[in-house]
């Protein structure tokens, strides 16, 4: 069985670029999860989709980002404009309905200069 | 918030037990787990403990619990140099959903 994949997994881009993540979860997983690490820093939550629905989304640091879940199986993360600080490792994990550990995937690395 | 705590770095010989802490305030944690992340590589799911439980134990991998000192640790025995990477704990709190709270991390180096 596949496991998380996630892609990029490394993009360099310009302060005030736009850069979209994309995590695919393992099959039939009905929770994804977004976290990020900032360099240095814990790793945290972004926010919850159950299938399509955001479930939580209270780690979601402003309104530059945006994430999305269309027909509840991949999702994508969308940074607009990217910022310097927004630099660091994104993880995407996910779980079955009512599992309680979550598979990470390899994380997308985004560097903003 | 949630506090939770790790030494950054632990350095152990190869053959020997490595022992992972980890200190939390918050007392309504779930579910507690470890994962571990190599060089350039995402997070592996090593094991987890339910807040219920005391002990679990997994081949060379034993986690205790102490809910009353708020303390988890992760203890590896016979440490391989394949051993060496991130060690991540990470909660679940009730009323939390399911999002997860991680440590910082420590860093297991294995020397020969």
């Known amino acids: 069985e596949a496991g998380v994949t996630q892609f990029p997994s490394h993009s360099v881009i310009e302060k005030g670029q736009t850069v979209t993540l994309r995590c695919d979860p393992i099959?039939?997983?009905?929770?994804l999860y977004w976290y990020r690490r900032v360099m240095g820093k814990e790793i945290k939550f972004l926010l919850h989709?159950?299938?399509?629905?955001?479930?939580?989304e209270s780690g979601m640091p402003n309104n530059r980002f945006l994430a999305e879940r269309t027909g509840g199986t991949y999702s994508t993360l969308k940074v607009q404009p990217a910022e310097l600080e927004d630099s660091g490792v994104y993880f995407c994990?996910?779980?079955?309905?009512?599992?309680?550990?979550?598979?990470f995937g390899p994380g997308t690395r985004l560097t903003v200069l | 918030g949630e506090d939770v705590e790790q030494s950054l770095f632990l350095s152990v010989r190869e053959g020997d037990s490595s022992v992972i802490n980890c200190t939390y305030t918050?007392?309504?944690?779930?579910?507690l787990y470890w994962y571990k992340q190599e060089p350039g590589a995402g997070l592996q799911l090593l094991t987890y403990?339910?807040?219920?439980?005391d002990m679990k134990q997994d081949q060379r991998l034993t986690v205790l619990l102490n809910k009353k000192d708020k303390h988890l640790s992760l203890r590896i025995a016979d440490t391989q140099t394949g051993d060496s990477a991130i060690y991540f704990c990470?909660?679940?709190?009730?009323?939390?959903?399911?999002?997860?709270?991680f440590g910082t991390g420590t860093q297991l180096k294995v020397e020969l």
């Open positions: 918050d007392s309504s944690s779930t579910y």
């Open positions: 994990a996910s779980s079955p309905r009512g599992g309680y550990e979550q598979f």
């Open positions: 403990i339910f807040s219920n439980m």
């Open positions: 099959s039939g997983h009905d929770n």
């Open positions: 989709f159950v299938k399509e629905s955001k479930q939580d």
């Open positions: 990470a909660l679940i709190l009730t009323g939390g959903g399911n999002k997860l709270t």
